[in-house]
């Protein structure tokens, strides 16, 4: 994994902002965000798309009209010019993040919220027995490390839900690693790792090389807006 980025969007994108931002996605995109009912939806998905534009740019020198995005069939977008690159985005609350690779990459971000009872079915249902003994034992925290981290895994893989979420497990084991259990057989291709920049929020990614940036670089939502405009 060559790096994590990251929006804060607690400021929200003003509203002329947020359309000279939209007029210049493609058409595709302009439809897909103007469908948004919430404003805060809106602003996270337009957010989102701003920042793979600036995080491409950064890291592949291209100019905005260079930037040529598509999604297989499952929903992954990827750059149609250059798919040795790799790159996924996840968005929640406040926050966007963007994690970028040579190889397939995942990434997810989470806010904390209360745990009531139909996320507690929600586990028992769709993750692994080992899991849900864990949840049982922590809930609220355990419940989103658990999420990040399997959504990270099926981001990466590229399948969505087509992988059921219950046909592995997020293996704790000590020295804080983390690894991908498929019945009683480890992945030793899929790496894993979480990182903090929010205590409200939690926030994992899953590569299938084990190397990971230490920390993740902040973007400036202002100076985003002023270099994709």
Known sequence: MRNIYTLNLREGLGSSDFFKVLSCLPEEKRIKIKRFVRKEDAQRALAAELLIRQ???????????????????????????????????????????????????????????????NVAKLVKFTFSEEEYQLFQRDKSHCFFDLWTLKESYIKAVGLGLSIPLNSFTINFVRDHNISIKVGDKVLKSCFLRQYNIDKGYKIAACSFENEFPESVTMLDLKQCIKTNI
């Open 55 to 117: 995080v491409i740019k950064n890291e592949l020198q291209l100019n905005g009209q260079n930037i040529k995005l598509g999604n297989n069939k499952y929903g992954k977008p990827f750059l149609l010019n250059n798919k040795d690159f790799h790159f996924n985005v996840s968005h929640s609350g406040a926050w966007v993040v963007c994690a970028t690779g040579s190889s397939p990459v995942g990434i997810d971000i989470e806010l904390i919220k209360p745990i009531d009872s």
